[in-house]
């Protein structure tokens, strides 16, 4: 009778735990951020969240600003720059469910760094060119924005190629974020704040660790 109590409790324990595990890969809207190409708009499905009374991030290539790269998938993606008055640019979305708690996932992504990126300094009201690499860092939060709480979910090397590079993180969540920031910020190993840039293509969906590895 102990014996059959104990595997019925033992039965309950792994079937809780195992509902807990993610079923499956959470996929991302417009992950390639296709739109018409166009300066200071934000890729459909996505949205702005960078500083009040700066501009937001572009759909590239549009030939303004001198970028004319091709994309790594589709037809465009997304440019980010950061800025010599220390404000940078991040786009963001809602996900199609939230992130689980202390559960490893991966995120594989494209980027790489447009050689020429021609704007007013901020700082200086003089053309410059935003050429500098810029690191590319992941966010979770949530869309209630009156909640407190976000946490860099992971953070790219310094993207200074010119070719476009697969880059894949790998992080784990301590919280059920249900908000996913992709953000450019400064190389922390140079004199900041600067002009930079770094192009964003081809996100994948966040996959459970679990699975990456079941399919080995």
């Given at each position: 009778?102990?014996?059959?109590?104990?595997?019925?409790?033992?039965?309950?324990?792994?079937?809780l735990a195992?509902?807990?595990?993610?079923a499956?890969?959470?996929?991302?809207?417009?992950?390639?951020?296709?739109?018409?190409?166009?300066?200071?708009?934000?890729?459909?499905?996505w949205?702005?969240?960078?500083?009040?009374?700066?501009?937001?991030?572009?759909?590239q290539p549009?030939?303004?600003?001198g970028?004319?790269?091709?994309?790594?998938h589709?037809?465009?993606?997304?440019?980010?720059?950061?800025?010599?008055?220390?404000t940078?640019?991040?786009?963001?979305?809602?996900?199609?469910?939230p992130?689980?708690?202390?559960?490893?996932?991966?995120?594989v992504?494209?980027?790489?760094r447009?050689?020429?990126?021609?704007?007013?300094?901020?700082?200086?009201?003089?053309l410059?060119?935003?050429d500098?690499?810029?690191?590319?860092?992941i966010?979770?939060?949530?869309?209630?924005?009156?909640?407190?709480?976000?946490?860099?979910?992971a953070?790219?090397?310094?993207?200074?190629?010119?070719?476009?590079?697969e880059?894949?993180?790998?992080?784990?969540?301590?919280?059920?974020?249900?908000?996913?920031?992709?953000?450019a910020?400064?190389?922390?190993?140079?004199?900041?704040?600067?002009?930079?840039?770094?192009?964003?293509?081809?996100?994948?969906?966040?996959?459970?660790?679990?699975?990456?590895?079941?399919?080995?």
């Amino acid at each position: 009778m102990k014996t059959t109590i104990t595997s019925l409790i033992l039965s309950l324990f792994w079937g809780l735990a195992l509902t807990g595990q993610p079923a499956a890969a959470i996929p991302l809207k417009n992950p390639s951020f296709e739109d018409a190409p166009r300066h200071s708009h934000v890729p459909q499905g996505w949205e702005d969240c960078g500083f009040e009374g700066e501009t937001p991030p572009d759909v590239q290539p549009n030939g303004e600003f001198g970028v004319v790269k091709e994309a790594a998938h589709g037809n465009t993606y997304l440019g980010l720059v950061l800025r010599d008055n220390d404000t940078w640019e991040c786009a963001a979305q809602p996900l199609a469910q939230p992130l689980l708690a202390d559960t490893c996932y991966q995120l594989v992504l494209k980027a790489c760094r447009s050689e020429v990126y021609k704007s007013i300094s901020r700082a200086f009201g003089q053309l410059a060119n935003y050429d500098t690499p810029a690191v590319i860092r992941i966010w979770g939060g949530y869309v209630d924005k009156e909640k407190d709480g976000f946490e860099m979910l992971a953070e790219t090397e310094p993207v200074a190629n010119t070719d476009w590079q697969e880059y894949r993180l790998t992080f784990t969540s301590t919280a059920p974020y249900d908000y996913l920031y992709v953000e450019a910020y400064f190389d922390q190993g140079r004199p900041i704040p600067y002009n930079g840039n770094v192009l964003v293509d081809d996100l994948s969906d966040i996959v459970p660790c679990t699975l990456i590895a079941g399919n080995k």
